[in-house]
């Protein structure tokens, strides 16, 4: 499904409304993988997840220390996993950090981006949401779900 944002306020008000809508998997974690070029909204679109999952701080990209974890409560899941894979070198690194006991987990939202850089061992089961700039301001999003 293709959806079209003029501004960073309406690509964070996507995230918001999407994130509402999702129920846990029985089969591990509920993932989504963010693809797009550095600027492209994913970082914007994320904020969004954290104000529909009510999660007071900020939501910031973990570039440089790779994850952040949030505490949810009154939620569908425990806890939202952000990835950021922009820096690493070897998706084994991300597997240090407990990737795979993360994915497999249905407590667990988790949205990665970069995700390209660990695209060997992502889930099957996951949410692909690809991020174009059209112009400075406006975005194409397209999202698709894998199985």
Known sequence: MNYYTNNFLETKKLGEE?????KPSKRGATVFCLKGDLGAGKTTFLQGF????????KIQSPTFIIMNR??????????????????LE???????LGFKEIIANPDNLVAIEWS???????????????????DQE???ITVKIIK
């Open 90 to 96: 070897k998706p084994k690194e991300i597997i240090n």
């Open 138 to 140: 406006k975005r194409k």
């Open 70 to 87: 949030h505490v949810l409560k009154n939620n569908n899941f425990k806890n939202f996993f952000h990835f950021d894979c922009y820096r």
């Open 50 to 57: 954290g104000i529909g999952l009510k999660i007071k701080e």
């Open 116 to 134: 390209s850089k660990i695209q060997k061992i992502l889930p099957n089961q996951r949410t692909e949401i690809v991020f174009e700039t059209i």
């Open 18 to 22: 999407i994130v509402k809508k999702i």
